[in-house]
């Protein structure tokens, strides 16, 4: 338990979708907010709470302004810098937003890995085309730490 728990508070999750047609079919944006996002084009960036969670954490305007935001947030997130982290990306249909945080990603934090796949069938259906993730890990040096490896 006490791995686990290190490790989850040293990761995370940053979630947007480009529509809400398949949030209200999932129960999880009423019909109204869904309305009044898709008028304002207004993009959420979305979490996980301490207990894994979907939670809304920040909003955009415009699907331009998602990948300086989502910067910001890991900016902000990772601070102080890590010497060791990785990066995992899934998109469903948008490689070339993948692309371009990734090519962010690696220029900003040098990471050990940043993978770029397709988001499973099962979120695609939840999160629907043009959305994206992009999830962190934090690599600790245990012996550093004087801890054992």
Same mark, same amino acid.
């Given at each position: 338990?006490?791995?686990?728990? @290190?490790?989850?508070?040293?990761? +995370?999750?940053?979630?947007? *979708?480009?529509?809400?047609?398949? /949030?209200?079919? $999932? #129960? !999880? %944006?009423? @019909?109204?907010?869904?309305?009044? +996002?898709?008028?304002?084009? *207004?993009?959420?960036?979305?979490? /996980?709470?301490? $207990? #894994? !969670? %979907? ?6 305007? +415009?699907?331009?302004?998602? *990948? ?82």
């Amino acid at each position: 338990m006490d791995e686990l728990e @290190r490790v989850r508070g040293r990761s +995370g999750a940053l979630v947007t *979708v480009d529509r809400y047609d398949n /949030l209200i079919r $999932s #129960g !999880r %944006v009423s @019909r109204g907010k869904a309305w009044l +996002g898709g008028m304002l084009d *207004v993009k959420p960036i979305l979490t /996980l709470d301490e $207990s #894994g !969670r %979907v939670v809304p954490l920040d909003r955009v305007r +415009g699907r331009d302004n998602l *990948v300086p935001r989502v910067l910001s947030i890991l900016e902000r997130r990772l601070t102080p810098r890590p010497q060791r982290v990785r990066f995992g990306i899934a998109h469903a249909d948008a490689p070339d937003v993948a692309e371009r945080l990734r090519t962010a990603l690696v220029a900003a934090f040098q990471p050990l890995d940043c993978m770029v796949s397709l988001a499973t069938g099962v979120l695609g259906t939840h999160v629907g085309p043009g959305a994206w993730a992009v999830f962190y890990q934090v690599e600790d040096d245990a012996e550093a730490a004087g801890q054992p490896a």
